[in-house]
């Protein structure tokens, strides 16, 4: 009896043994599968830690597809880190387009203030998209996509303009209503004692044409300059969006490349361009030293000699007196509209 009440003893211990095995195998087991759960997580989190860098205060950038296999192509429809214009990054594992994007809320067409941020996307040298987002990045806001303001694209710096020429300025905007000014600002304005101080450009621009060509007085100041693109707050009459261009520009005086006229005293300067009358005059006029736009006599001498001289082309030539001109392929002396375009050469005695 002892013996089977022991047996019996031993096999109810070896069923508690059993039992508690079972339970601790299966403790064991779910820790194991939670640790290695974690481990995964912890292996993307690592992954995805490791390609985020903070760049400078506020900004973050990360991989969007750190697990895809590195690829061919990557394009990006605003040409990078273009935060003025709504742009779609792309490579072959995933599109992403860019937005105005707020915690508290997600993505969203509209938002402003210390939470509200872009997404903008780019690619990088491994032909990846990357997203780079900044809580600062947007001072007025983001719209569609894009934060709201304008960046000056060109000139960037360094050109060298001539008076009585027209250059093209070019920039990005977004969210701004029309209009917009366009302005060229010499280094010293507003300086208390500066040597040339001008201001000169439109104040009606359309933001949306994106460029506009900027004519340069022919008495502008010869100096450095920058263009200032504002979008003025017309209820407290300030302008309360502004970009400038990156560095300055110079203006300097027309290059005038002379010509004695044979056997007469008076000199020649051809050029390429073709204006209207009144701006060809002005154009001669601003060259200084007496250069102005020829009399019909000097235009007719002119024309006589103009393989000697060189530099024409079969055009109308305007002369000094409104409306009158020259056609050069013949000599035919005729008058037309002041207002349409015609070639010009300058004349100094
Ligand atoms: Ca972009
Ligand atoms: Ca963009």
Same mark, same amino acid.
């Given at each position: 009896m002892a013996f089977i009440t022991q047996g019996k003893a031993n096999i109810k211990y070896l069923l508690i043994v059993v039992l508690a095995a079972a339970v601790a195998g299966g403790i064991v087991f779910a820790v194991w599968s939670c640790y290695q759960k974690e481990m995964v997580d912890l292996n993307k989190s690592a992954e995805i830690n490791k390609q985020q860098?903070?760049? !400078?205060?506020?900004t973050t950038i990360s991989e969007? +597809?750190?697990?895809?296999t590195p690829l061919s192509t990557c394009t990006d429809s605003d040409g990078g880190?273009?935060?003025y214009v709504k742009g779609t990054a792309k490579d072959s594992s995933i599109t992403k387009i860019e937005s105005c994007y707020d915690?508290?809320?997600?993505?969203?067409?509209f938002c402003s203030g210390s939470d509200c941020t872009l997404e903008e996307y780019y690619c990088g040298s491994d032909n990846k998209v990357y997203v780079q987002q900044n809580y600062k990045m947007c001072i007025h806001g983001c719209q569609d996509g894009a934060c709201i303001g304008t960046k000056v694209? +060109?000139?960037?710096?360094g050109e060298q303009w001539e008076r009585g020429n027209a250059y093209e300025i070019i920039w990005n905007s977004n969210?701004?209503?029309?209009p917009i000014s366009v302005k060229a600002i010499t280094?010293?304005?507003? !300086?208390?004692?500066?040597?040339c101080q001008e201001i000169f450009g439109?104040?009606?621009?359309?933001? +949306?044409?994106?460029?506009y060509y900027l004519e340069i007085p022919s008495?502008?100041?010869?100096a450095r300059y920058k263009i200032q693109i504002c979008k003025y707050d017309e209820v407290n009459f300030e302008a309360s969006i502004c970009d400038e261009s990156d560095n300055y520009f110079s203006i300097a005086a027309k290059e005038v490349k002379e010509v004695l006229v044979p056997r007469h005293n008076f000199y020649v300067s051809t050029n390429d361009i073709t204006d209207n009358w009144s701006d060809a005059k002005d154009y001669c006029e601003s060259?200084?030293?007496?250069w102005k736009l020829p009399t019909m006599s000097q235009l007719k001498i002119i024309y006589q000699n103009k393989e000697a001289i060189g530099g024409f082309v079969d055009d109308s030539y305007w002369t000094s007196d409104i409306s009158m001109y020259i056609?050069?392929?013949?000599g035919l002396e005729s008058s037309m509209n002041p207002a349409l375009l015609a070639s010009f050469c300058c004349v100094k005695e």
């Open positions: 860098q903070v760049v !400078e205060d506020g969007v +597809s750190p697990t895809s880190k273009n935060y915690p508290a809320k997600g993505e969203v067409g694209l +060109s000139p960037s710096g969210g701004l209503d029309y280094e010293d304005y507003g !300086e208390e004692q500066p040597s439109p104040d009606n621009v359309d933001p +949306s044409l994106g460029k008495d502008a100041c010869l060259l200084g030293n007496g056609w050069f392929g013949s």
